[in-house]
């Protein structure tokens, strides 16, 4: 196989992504019109499997960690590299303000904490289908194609119900990769930058992350007579407030945040509770600042606890480490990349304090996650800012959420050259 034959792979691979396209964005709508939440992902994971099945994709494996979907596709070439594609499948409990005719409606009853509203806010559909694309083009041309490629479907990227477990890391010790030996991991996120636009960073790109779980227990009391009891609540109102200071305690350097999403609180109006549980979130660019946070934390709510005759219950749970992009598998990607977007758009982006936990799969063998921009926004003295007249910059996570149809393409481009580059240099 010479570098000739090579090229010509990837120009009939663009030619066919091209053609293709229109189905994407079908695959697209429909996702984005049925979202299911973090481990409850059943229809989306049947409509990829049998996607999967009827590209010819030679071993669907379906049920994994969940609803976990792996396809695995065998190039007529000889070949020993194996490159896993991956995609996150789960839907956020978020209402859909995205204005586009095929919004979510969805409503999750059943879902621990809901009712729910639930929608693609973080453009899991995006990536879904983009995979789903990019595994049709490969399948077409699969005798050229050397070695392996593995399309990881994964759900409960968001994370799992607090009593349940799921994601990257719990596909990995179900032995979703079992015998196929991986070279490389890649995968993509879409984001509010500039269409058609690769971020990817030298370093660690996505944060750290754990959720906080801190439980504060008192004495319940009537309302009336709170001197009979031990009231929670001035606990929980100094934890709240001394959260906001722990970025003090650590170097302004190192980006670090801590934040408390929820309460729950079990009572009424004129009953002092027994206990308040507060589930929250750190995030961090390093272990180090991780394991400094935590212990801020714990010494924060314990202490606050003890001083209003409590105690405190402080747990991390659902660990997620850091999406680290080597120096090495930077410079592997970068002509695949350039080749796809072109030099000057492809650019390195501030570091996240967002995270992934497909740096499950990053760490374990090696491989870079990127950035891929979606909306209307271009760049101005180096600063993202919306496009006049577009529907500008929306984060993700946002009810309004949204992501151009039509750099769908240039993800499943993404994929197919990252996929044959890597694959060529394993002959």
């Not at 899991?124 to 983009?130: L, S």
């Not at 929980?236 to 929820?262: C, F, M, P």
Request: net charge negative; glycine share 10%.
């Amino acid at each position: 196989m010479t570098a000739d034959s090579r090229t010509q792979l990837l120009a009939d691979l663009d030619r066919r992504v091209a053609a293709t396209a229109p189905d994407m964005v079908s695959w697209r709508h429909h996702l984005h019109a049925h979202p299911e939440l973090s481990n409850r992902e059943e229809k989306t994971a049947s409509f990829v499997a049998e996607s999967l099945r009827s590209m010819g994709v030679d071993d669907v494996r379906t049920g994994i960690a969940g609803h976990g979907v792996v396809g695995v596709l065998r190039g007529g070439q000889a070949g020993d590299g194996v490159v896993v594609l991956r995609a996150d499948m789960d839907a956020l409990p978020v209402p859909d303000e995205s204005g586009v005719d095929f919004a979510s409606h969805a409503v999750d009853d059943t879902y621990p904490g809901g009712p729910f509203p639930v929608s693609h806010a973080c453009g899991h559909d995006c990536h879904t289908a983009m995979l789903l694309g990019a595994m049709r083009v490969l399948c077409e041309h699969a005798d050229r194609i050397p070695g392996t490629v593995v399309s990881v479907f994964q759900p409960a990227e968001e994370g799992a119900p607090i009593n349940e477990v799921g994601g990257a890391k719990a596909m990995l010790e179900a032995g979703a990769l079992k015998g196929l030996d991986p070279t490389m991991a890649f995968g993509m996120h879409v984001q509010p930058y500039p269409k058609g636009m690769v971020s990817i960073l030298s370093g660690n790109q996505f944060a750290a992350s754990c959720m906080v779980r801190i439980t504060i227990i008192g004495e319940q009391v009537h309302g009336s007579t709170p001197w009979q009891g031990l009231d929670p609540m001035p606990a929980v109102g100094a934890i709240l407030t001394g959260i906001g200071q722990i970025y003090r305690r650590n170097d302004a350097a190192d980006a670090l945040t801590v934040s408390i999403g929820h309460l729950d609180d079990v009572g009424r109006f004129n009953v002092i509770g027994r206990k308040v549980t507060m589930w929250g979130t750190i995030r961090s660019l390093t272990d180090t600042v991780m394991a400094q946070a935590q212990q801020q934390v714990r010494q924060l709510a314990e202490g606050s606890a003890a001083a209003m005759g409590c105690r405190a219950e402080v747990e991390f749970l659902q660990p997620v480490p850091a999406v680290t992009n080597t120096p090495e598998w930077v410079d592997s990607v970068s002509q695949s990349l350039t080749e796809v977007v072109g030099t000057d758009n492809v650019f390195e982006p501030a570091p996240t304090l967002g995270y992934d936990d497909v740096s499950e799969f990053v760490n374990a063998y090696g491989g870079v996650y990127v950035g891929l921009g979606v909306q209307d926004t271009h760049f101005v003295d180096g600063q993202v800012v919306p496009i006049e007249g577009g529907r500008g910059i929306v984060p993700n996570h946002h009810p309004a959420f949204y992501a151009d149809d039509e750099t769908l393409a240039t993800g499943v481009r993404l994929h197919t050259h990252v996929a044959v580059d890597h694959l060529w240099s394993h002959i």
